[in-house]
């Protein structure tokens, strides 16, 4: 490990030369570079290639001329190197998980090595179920005939994705797109790069073990605004896979035209809690879904419906469970919360809490960024009490640590806040009646709903990704239901009369 002048570890693994276009680590074309600060301390971490059209045009190149050795390859053999990569990634997760904690700011023990875990378990799980897919066989109106179906890989994937998760988002897509014979281009946030640079080193070396041809996996760093256009809409690129804004999200697919996406987009998902919900339990959960990685999740508890009869003794609870968050370093055992990860994040949850205030809303605690911290961007667990709809807290995704409380009369109303912003992600729901929890889960318009748990629940396995008709995207992210998306069905009807 070299040690940075703020005291930050970052391993000699990551290498001088960091992008990697058909088998090669090196420099963008240009040979220019942008910096990757640490949110925590403003240290310096790295510098990384700051890549031009022309980076973009030799990667998709390289994965587009892997393209048809790789998708030859028999699918038991995809799977057992997509398996030696979720073995790689394990064996290195401390080291990765360190990186992860330096550059985005989230504690590394509770949160930062978790992650990493699971990036080995979304490899591990796409080499498993790629085995095990099934197609349909009809039967045909000629009794001659039989009808057949594969599963097809598109051929070039473009993977783009967001800061807040750097390594467990691209690994959603990364896993079963190489397992199911994708060869692929990704591109990581550029506040975040260094631990998915990590998690590509893994890639590759996976990839180097067998005798494969050199560019199934690329990686090029640079800026969504400079590159993201070439990327999406170049002519060999067959897939897109991105992860982030909405508003990113939606001119992603106007430039990608007819090409197969999928887009994970924002979330602005509300905890409902009846009044006949374990309230201490709804508490802690809410917390932690406001919390949880300062916020910045794309399931967060972002609004908190509460029945007004409950309200009263539920914020009491609140206040208790937000006392319990520790903010601070992310590599300080005792810390539960980091700092923010960027700056643009940090005003728009000022903004946000500003517009509530002026409108009439009272925030019970946090509410500023701390001062006397290394950086910013330390922003303390906000609870906003008389938080109303016309309140941007209510209609925007935030992505702070905040907790906006806002109370409703009957479940009509509770469902008719919770769908009124059109982002429609995962929303949850506590009650003790299981009546209840399926007239909420017939009536909120979003791809999940968590009954008595956090919005921010999730398995790796699940099915995960926007409702349809709703702002938060398409397509879906976990286990086997992304391999759906990443191939394409190609038929095959066989006439026997005509065959030996
Ligand atoms: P973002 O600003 O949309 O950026 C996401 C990625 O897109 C980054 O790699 C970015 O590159 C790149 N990008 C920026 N402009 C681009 C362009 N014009 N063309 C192509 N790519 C471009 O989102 P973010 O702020 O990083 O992430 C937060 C958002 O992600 C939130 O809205 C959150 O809800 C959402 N999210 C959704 C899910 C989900 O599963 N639905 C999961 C996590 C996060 P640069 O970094 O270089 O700008």
């Not at 088998?23 to 240290?43: D, I, L």
């Not at 961007?377 to 907790?403: C, H, K, Q, S, W």
Request: hydrophobic content about 40%.
């Amino acid at each position: 490990m070299t040690t940075t002048s703020a005291g930050t570890a970052i391993p000699k693994e990551l290498g001088d030369k960091t992008n990697l276009i058909a088998g090669e680590w090196g420099e963008a074309r240009s040979g220019s570079r942008f910096e990757v600060r640490s949110p925590a301390t403003g240290a310096l971490l790295a510098e990384v290639p700051s890549c031009a059209a022309a980076d973009v045009d030799a990667a998709v190149a390289a994965a587009k001329a892997a393209w048809p050795a790789f998708k030859g390859l028999h699918v038991y053999e995809r799977s057992a190197i997509v398996l030696r990569m979720a073995e790689l990634i394990r064996q290195r997760a401390e080291t990765i998980a360190c990186v992860l904690s330096a550059e985005e700011g989230k504690p590394f023990a509770t949160e930062a090595l978790p992650e990493v875990l699971e990036v080995a378990l979304n490899f591990q799980l796409a080499a498993e179920d790629v085995v095990r897919m099934e197609t349909p066989v009809i039967a045909m109106r000629d009794p001659n005939k039989r009808l057949l179906s594969f599963r097809e890989p598109f051929g070039v994937m473009a993977v783009i994705t967001p800061w807040n998760f750097p390594t467990v988002i691209p690994s959603e897509y990364i896993g079963p797109g190489l397992a199911a014979g994708n060869t692929m281009v990704m591109k990581p946030a550029s506040t975040t790069p260094l631990s998915m640079i990590l998690v590509a080193r893994c890639i590759e070396e996976a990839l180097e073990e067998s005798d494969l041809p050199k560019g199934i996996f690329n990686l090029i760093t640079g800026r969504g605004s400079v590159i993201g256009d070439r990327l999406v809409s170049h002519p060999d690129v067959d897939i897109v896979g991105f992860t982030g804004e909405t508003v990113t999200g939606e001119s992603i697919c106007a430039r990608a035209g007819i090409k197969q996406t999928l887009m994970e987009l924002g979330g602005n998902g509300p905890q409902i809690v009846c009044p006949d919900a374990d309230l201490e339990a709804a508490a802690a959960a809410a917390a932690l879904g406001c919390f949880l990685n300062a916020g910045q999740v794309c399931c967060a508890t972002e609004r908190i419906l509460v029945e007004r009869s409950i309200h009263d003794r539920f914020l009491e609870l609140l206040l208790e469970e937000t006392r319990k968050w520790r903010l601070g370093e992310p590599f300080d055992p005792a810390t539960t919360m980091g700092p923010l990860n960027n700056e643009p994040t940090a005003v728009k949850t000022e903004e946000h809490l500003a517009d509530a205030t002026a409108k009439g809303a009272e925030i019970l605690t946090g509410g500023a960024r701390e001062s006397g911290r290394p950086t910013g961007l330390y922003f303390p667990p906000t609870v906003i009490d008389g938080v109303r709809r016309d309140m941007l807290l209510n209609l925007e995704e935030t992505f702070g640590p905040v907790a906006p409380v806002i109370q409703y009369t009957t479940d009509d109303e509770a469902v008719e806040i919770a769908n009124e912003t059109g982002y429609g992600l995962q929303m949850s729901v506590f009650t003790s009646s299981i009546k209840r929890c399926f007239w909420f889960a017939d009536r909120l318009r979003t791809g999940n709903v968590v009954f008595n748990d956090s919005t921010d629940y999730w398995e790796a396995h699940e099915p995960f990704g926007g409702g349809g008709g709703t702002k938060s995207g398409h397509g879906r992210l976990g286990g086997r239901f992304t391999l759906d998306d990443v191939t394409h069905l190609k038929t095959l009807a066989i006439d026997f009369a005509k065959a030996l």
